[in-house]
């Protein structure tokens, strides 16, 4: 008869497998490893003790909030285009004012706006030695005023060597304390643009004396404020697409700013006279109008990197000025270089 059972049974199968090297035990079963594990290399434990999975930055990432936009203050921004308008009225009626051997009246006017935009550009960006910049860059205005003045011929060269002057003195100046020794260097740039816009704004007395002078600031300035104004307020009501979200700024106003600028030299220059017309006027108009609302715009993005640096926010008022300020600053010498080329 044959047996009821193998001969087989309750051998163990791996038997005759020999041993593993290093005289340890027998397994029971094979040791089988996948491709994906070769591939994937061992585990990696975390300081918890579970492994990591290829989802935790996914979740860590959706764990992060963003950060809310910056609000727009809509009487904030209102104000700041009622600043600009008044900015440039009393430029363009001042500039009216001046004639031959009769400049004193448009020389104070602008030596009043070099005074605002020397003490709102040094309270904001807080060079080393303020004091000492704040005194030289005072000097600075009054000196390049006289020039522009008392110059026999109506040109920028002379204003060229008051700026470089004045520019190497508040360097010197900061240079006295080692304090502000050890941020000179990276303030040269700040500096540079405090004594160059100021010495910009004397560019306005230069071009009054330019037979034609008095009608190109007339249509630049009229064509920077106003975009100026129209750029703030449409952001006081509607501040869309934004460019960013740290700067409460819209899209829709900076470019209907330059647009309604550009259309007001335009309409302007119908009722200039000679070599004004209004093909002429537009163009000065929009070159003066973008170069505005971009100016001010990118105070407006130096300000949210300060504030993002976690810099010092002080001189709430020169913060929201400095735009309007340093726009007309940038006009002004436009404006004379247009003036030259097309007129």
Do not use: K
């Not at 591939?39 to 579970?50: A, I, W």
């Not at 051997?101 to 602008?110: I, L, M, N, S």
């Not at 704040?134 to 060269?157: C, F, H, K």
């Not at 108009?285 to 990118?298: E, I, Y």
Request: hydrophobic letters at 50%; aromatic letters at 4%.
């Amino acid at each position: 008869m044959l047996p009821s059972s193998s001969p087989e049974t309750g051998r163990d199968p791996w038997a005759d497998a020999p041993p593993p090297a290093g005289g340890s035990e027998s397994r029971t079963g094979p040791t089988v490893e996948s491709d994906e594990r070769r591939r994937s290399g061992p585990r990696r434990l975390r300081r918890g003790g579970s492994p990591r999975r290829a989802d935790d930055a996914l979740d860590v990432g959706e764990d992060e909030e963003e950060e809310p936009p910056v609000e727009v203050r809509r009487q904030l921004a209102l104000a700041v285009g009622g600043f600009a308008a008044l900015l440039g009225i009393g430029l363009v009626l001042g500039a009216h004012s001046s004639g031959p051997g009769h400049r004193v009246p448009f020389t104070v006017v602008v030596l009043t706006v070099q005074l605002l935009f020397v003490l709102a550009w040094t309270m904001v960006t807080r060079p080393p030695a303020l004091v000492v910049v704040l005194g030289v860059n005072v000097v600075v205005a009054v000196a390049a005023d006289i020039v522009a003045v008392r110059s026999t011929e109506a040109r920028l060269g002379p204003l060229w060597y008051v700026a470089i002057g004045g520019f190497l003195v508040a360097v010197l100046g900061q240079l006295v304390r080692r304090v502000d020794r050890a941020r000179v260097t990276d303030s040269l740039r700040t500096t540079a643009t405090i004594t160059l816009g100021v010495v910009a704004l004397t560019t306005l007395i230069v071009l009054s004396r330019i037979p034609a002078g008095t009608q190109a600031i007339t249509v630049c300035l009229t064509a920077a404020t106003v975009a100026i104004a129209v750029a703030r307020m449409t952001d006081a009501v509607a501040a869309w697409p934004r460019l960013a979200p740290q700067v409460p700024r819209g899209a829709a106003g900076v470019v209907g700013g330059a647009m309604v600028g550009t259309l007001v030299s335009a309409v302007f220059g119908s009722y200039l006279v000679t070599p004004f017309t209004p093909p002429r006027a537009a163009i000065l108009g929009l070159v003066a109008a973008v170069v505005a609302v971009l100016a001010d715009l990118a105070a407006g993005y130096a300000e949210a990197g300060r504030r993002m640096a976690g810099e010092l926010q002080t001189g709430w008022a020169a913060r929201h000025v400095q735009g309007p300020l340093g726009a007309v600053a940038m006009v002004a010498p436009v404006a004379y270089l247009m003036c030259r080329l097309l007129l």
